[in-house]
């Protein structure tokens, strides 16, 4: 009908809602994205963290053994005599 008096038709109601609503979901995604690479990031954060903690407990054992070889050696062989 709306062809016979030039009329434009009339918005889908699905289509006008989707317009309406776009920018509050798009606005919510990009609040939700920003949370959840948040929560990522410092649970990543965590575990390097404790990883770091590890490896930083392993090389300063190794220091110390290395420590003690070289105070063996020392005091086994005092050097040449002067």
Known sequence: MS?????????????????LTQP??????????????????????????AALADRLAVLERAIADLDRAVKELRDRDPGPAA
């Open 24 to 49: 509050l979901l798009d606005s919510i995604d990009a609040r939700v994205k920003k949370q959840v690479d948040q929560r990522v990031d410092e649970a990543l954060d965590e575990r390097i963290a």
């Open 3 to 19: 062809d016979e008096t030039g009329a434009p038709p009339p918005p889908d109601f699905k289509e006008r809602l989707k317009q």
